[in-house]
């Protein structure tokens, strides 16, 4: 509960509150993105109109993701490395963005400098570090802001708990995960998918 309580703060909060410099504790998450080769964990995503799907996320470096939705939502969202791809199987309809383009960059991209891009802000519970991370030479690409919470087995000492992602358009999505399994084995199969669109006639 405290920690899906300073989710929520973080979401209508943190993002607007001001960012304190702590080059240590940038230091750590920094150590924890890049120590994280692999990661499983179950999502609940909140959206900015208060809709909850909830899934289960599957992450490998470097740029692979996967949020596979509970079922029933006909909706994918793939990382290759390269590009996210959003797929939705209720209209055949195929999307892609590049990672860079995306507040998710952060996590996808463990080799970027965090001290250039990400600062502290204020958490709305005791033991919750947040990092509001924004590229300051493309804001439109908008901001994520990262809750984690100490953990002494984990790369770094700081889990990842879940994130507030601002977009372009000034969407915000609210992720909170549970059941992170951390450096596991994980197949690249994982990240294949099937191609809705109608395919076309050859001749």
Do not use: C
């Not at 390269?82 to 055949?92: E, S």
């Amino acid at each position: 509960m405290i920690l899906r309580a300073a989710l929520l703060a973080v979401s209508t909060v943190a993002l607007a509150a001001p960012a304190v410099a702590q080059p240590g504790v940038i230091r750590r998450v920094q150590e924890h993105l890049r120590g994280v080769q692999t990661m499983t964990a179950d999502f609940v995503q909140t959206d900015r109109a208060g809709k909850r799907l909830s899934g289960t996320l599957t992450l490998k470096q470097p740029g692979k993701i996967r949020f596979q939705y509970e079922r029933g939502v006909p909706i994918l969202i793939v990382g290759d490395g390269k590009a996210l791809t959003f797929i939705d199987y209720q209209v055949r309809q195929v999307s892609r963005y590049p990672i860079g383009g995306s507040p998710l960059d952060i996590l996808l991209n463990p080799k970027r400098d965090l001290s250039r891009v990400a600062k502290v802000v204020p958490s709305a519970a005791p033991g919750v570090i947040t990092i509001l991370a924004r590229d300051p030479l493309r804001p439109q690409f908008g901001s994520i802001t990262l809750a984690f919470t100490e953990n002494t087995s984990a790369p770094g000492g700081v889990m990842l708990e879940g994130w507030v992602a601002l977009d372009a358009q000034n969407n915000r999505t609210t992720v909170r995960l549970t059941n992170q399994k951390l450096n596991i084995p994980v197949d690249d199969t994982v990240f294949r998918w099937d191609d809705p669109r109608p395919k076309k006639k050859s001749g």
